[in-house]
């Protein structure tokens, strides 16, 4: 299964062409512990924090910067991929377009330093986050469904080259 993963730079910053791969090894990590096999299109824009406040505020009217955003393509059950894709299937690519994500660089690196971690983790654990959103997950509430999103980043980021904590 080869999945289309198209990764666009609104910033120039060095580290961003030198993450890529590790961004691609995230995404595929998270699809195939989610049990996802099918072929998915993703599409990842890494951009600074003037450009990811620029998303947050024309989507979701929060005038301010953050690390991540997710826009999934369809309400999914978190853990419970569906068992036929067919409905879901792009027909004139064949492959299941999953939705965007939208990553914030500059923010990115300063939560590696506040954590003590390098930007590749953070990068990483941003990916798997978001890609958790694509796959149905939320944690909208404080409780149960934050924590059930919370432990599987974990799960899947210590599977990870580099990703384990420190």
């Not at 991929?81 to 990115?108: F, H, N």
């Not at 654990?125 to 919370?150: A, C, F, N, V, W």
Request: proline share 5%; with cysteine; hydrophobic share 35%.
């Amino acid at each position: 299964m080869k999945n289309k993963i198209n990764i666009s730079y609104q910033c120039f910053d060095i580290k961003a062409p030198l993450l890529a791969s590790h961004i691609r090894k995230c995404i595929a990590a998270t699809l195939q512990a989610e049990k996802v096999t099918i072929a998915c299109e993703i599409n990842v824009m890494i951009t600074d924090d003037v450009g990811i406040h620029g998303v947050n505020l024309a989507s979701r009217n929060i005038d301010k910067p953050t690390d991540v955003l997710s826009f999934p393509m369809f309400q999914l059950e978190p853990g419970n991929p569906p068992a036929d894709w067919q409905e879901y299937k792009d027909p004139e690519t064949g492959m299941v377009p999953l939705g965007d994500m939208c990553i914030s660089l500059e923010r990115a690196t300063a939560q590696a330093r506040e954590f003590g971690h390098s930007v590749k983790r953070e990068v990483g654990y941003l990916t798997i986050h978001s890609m958790l959103h694509l796959l149905g997950y939320d944690h909208l509430d404080e409780g149960p469904m934050k924590k059930q999103m919370r432990q599987r980043e974990e799960t899947i980021a210590e599977r990870i080259s580099g990703m384990k904590r420190d």
